[in-house]
């Protein structure tokens, strides 16, 4: 009997289980699969930051939620149409994310009274009543898996590997994807075990097969290609995105690309991704600690490369001596902050936007630096280019912003052309009359950039203060008074690169939302619901945070309220409040997770209607 096929506009799925269970592969996978489908896609990889937290507790789940749509979207979506439950963690732990009438697959052959206790769990909920409210599908992933296998050489501990593979090919099924791009990573991945090819490959058709024998499984669902911008797309991760960029704008300018960097998560895959591209003049250096990347990457951009160091906030503590040196000896430096939760060692897989403030002020004296942030993955691409860009032109340290929620996401990415990215373009001194090592563009204020080693050139610089224009030690007073408005003005002017400020909806009305970041997803939906309601809302979102938009001010006066949402409790507010004097309202969330739709939505229908 042939089953139903019902069309729908989007579905929002999440994997769930153990570490060790692999739904961060088979997520992945999905993903691709419905990317090569024709689908818009969101990502969030949930991880444990537990390394080797114990199989079926709490803090070991892992997970990974996966919007698709034919329509454009800009979250992973707030609740899961299908969630594929490994154990009874992984329910109880994501069973609130789950839509009322929403699809429960379950591994009933995980849901003994071991497991059961260690999630916490006095009863069975596959047979209390507690799952009433949905569409619950018990399956013996753990066995079926098994009986799969029996005709290869694969013990059962190896064979129970395999059933993340089963479950993807479940899932496939429910959302008729096709499966040839997984045969294919799965040959890649494996390709020197033949046996867990066969195994794994195995797995994945007779899920599917499952869901097509079983009569558990009516209706499978159909989700039509979206519309895109004609041009070549890849699905992009945030940090790779990021590495991509860089590696742009490396060979756009001509300049050999130096990435000195100390593993910490979320920023370590820029590094292990620029790692592979040696063959287009990438140094990549891991470096014994944070100061000495950060060092390696300084004395890179003084023998004339693109240097560039990434980390993420406690990284960022301990190289905030350094970028004040960069900030001295005015040098082009990419700074990357991947952002996670904190204080201290915090919560490092989770996400916030805590670092604003510290990017601003943390380091001694008056230390301005331009600071720009990515609003998405695929964003990541442009912005940390334009953060090279203004590293050359203005001889600067620039900081790149981004954080957990984006770096690890995924989404469509247009490859751009070459033609289309902005020119950068790099001028070393060579002419030593005259020269100076602190002598100014009349535009920009950047002082020249002469190689180490060029005859009639020499110089030294250092992090003590500099006499304007020779660059000479100084202790004056006056003079030191006058290179640090110097430094500021430089940043300043920064401003007169900046592009007009997008709005969008209308110029000028009752609300407007100010974002920046990882928060684009949420505020964009929320702000385009209320619009579709007839509600007097826009939406600007800052990609420039230092210095802000020239055109800024003019914007803000434009509407009564403005609302302002941060993973953070008000850094962005109490700039804005400071520099443009205007009462807007903050809506703050650290709990490590990212906001919803609704949640920005209800805040904007508190304001609108007064009651804020």
């Known amino acids: 009997m042939r089953k139903d096929v019902q069309s729908i506009e989007s579905a929002t799925l999440l994997f769930a289980g153990d570490s060790g269970d692999g739904s961060q592969t088979i997520g992945t996978q999905m993903t691709e699969a419905s990317a090569i489908a024709g689908n818009d896609v969101a990502t969030l990889p949930d991880y444990p930051a537990e390394i080797r937290a114990p199989a079926g507790s709490l803090a070991g789940v892992s997970g990974f939620q996966l919007h698709f749509s034919s329509e454009t979207i800009h979250t992973p979506g707030d609740t899961c149409d299908v969630l594929v439950a490994m154990n009874p963690a992984a329910l109880r732990v994501n069973l609130d994310k789950l839509k009322p009438n929403g699809i429960l697959i379950v591994n009933t052959d995980n849901f003994a009274a071991r497991n059961l206790k260690l999630?916490?769990?006095?009863?069975?909920?596959?047979?209390?009543?507690?799952?009433?409210?949905?569409?619950?599908?018990?399956?013996?992933?753990?066995?079926?898996?098994?009986?799969?296998?029996?005709?290869?050489?694969?013990?059962?501990?190896?064979?129970?590997?395999?059933?993340?593979?089963?479950?993807?090919?479940?899932?496939?099924?429910?959302?008729?994807?096709?499966?040839?791009?997984?045969v294919k990573f799965i040959r890649e991945k494996y390709r020197k075990k033949p046996q867990y090819v066969e195994a794994n490959t195995i797995a994945l058709k007779a899920g599917n097969v499952y869901c097509e024998a079983t009569e558990q499984f009516a209706t499978s669902y159909e989700v039509k290609p979206a519309h895109f911008e004609p041009g070549t797309y890849r699905n992009i991760e945030g940090n790779m995105a990021a590495a991509f960029g860089l590696i742009a704008a490396s060979q756009r300018s001509g300049l050999p690309l130096v990435y000195g960097s100390y593993p910490i998560t979320p920023a370590s895959s820029i590094l292990h991704e620029l790692a592979k591209y040696k063959n287009f003049g990438v140094i990549t250096m891991q470096m014994e600690d944070e100061i000495a990347a950060i060092g390696a990457a300084i004395g890179a951009a003084f023998s004339g490369a693109l240097g560039a160091t990434g980390s993420s906030g406690p990284g960022l503590a301990l190289k905030s001596e350094s970028i004040n040196l960069a900030v001295m000896a005015e040098l082009p430096l990419v700074i990357c902050n991947i952002q996670r939760s904190g204080p201290s060692t915090g919560m490092p897989t989770k996400t916030e936007q805590t670092d604003l403030l510290q990017m601003f002020y943390g380091r001694n004296g008056e230390s301005p630096v331009p600071i720009i942030a990515a609003s998405r993955p695929a964003d990541c691409f442009e912005t940390i280019y334009e953060a090279a860009r203004i590293a050359v032109k203005y001889m600067t340290p620039v900081i790149f912003m981004s954080e957990l929620y984006i770096a690890f996401g995924a989404e469509p990415w247009r490859i751009p052309e070459v033609s289309e990215l902005p020119s950068i373009k790099v001028h070393y001194e060579t002419t030593a009359d005259g020269f100076q090592p602190y002598m100014r563009d009349e535009k920009t204020l950047a002082r020249p950039w002469a190689i180490p080693g060029t005859p009639g050139l020499e110089h030294r610089i250092g992090g003590l203060e500099k006499a304007d224009i020779s660059g000479n030690v100084s202790y004056d007073p006056e003079n030191h008074e006058q290179m640090s408005l110097l430094r500021a003005e430089k940043v300043a002017r920064i401003a007169d690169d900046i592009p007009p400020t997008e709005i969008f909806g209308e110029p000028e009305g009752e609300l407007l939302v100010l974002a920046w970041g990882g928060t684009y997803g949420a505020v964009r939906t929320a702000v385009e619901h209320k619009l579709a309601e007839g509600a007097s809302v826009s939406h600007v979102h800052l990609r420039y945070l230092n210095p802000l938009p020239s055109d800024l001010g003019g914007i803000l006066k434009q509407f009564d309220k403005v609302l302002i949402p941060e993973l953070n409790f008000g850094q962005l507010l109490k700039l804005i409040r400071a520099d443009f004097l205007i009462d807007a309202v903050g809506l703050n969330k650290v709990q490590g997770l990212p906001f919803y739709v609704f949640e920005v939505e209800s805040k904007i229908h508190e304001l609108l209607r007064g009651d804020a």
């Open 119 to 182: 999630a916490g769990y006095t009863d069975n909920p596959l047979e209390d009543g507690s799952l009433v409210k949905y569409q619950v599908f018990p399956v013996p992933l753990t066995r079926l898996t098994r009986d799969s296998l029996k005709g290869t050489s694969l013990a059962h501990r190896e064979a129970d590997r395999c059933k993340n593979f089963f479950a993807l090919g479940m899932v496939c099924w429910l959302y008729n994807r096709q499966m040839d791009n997984t």
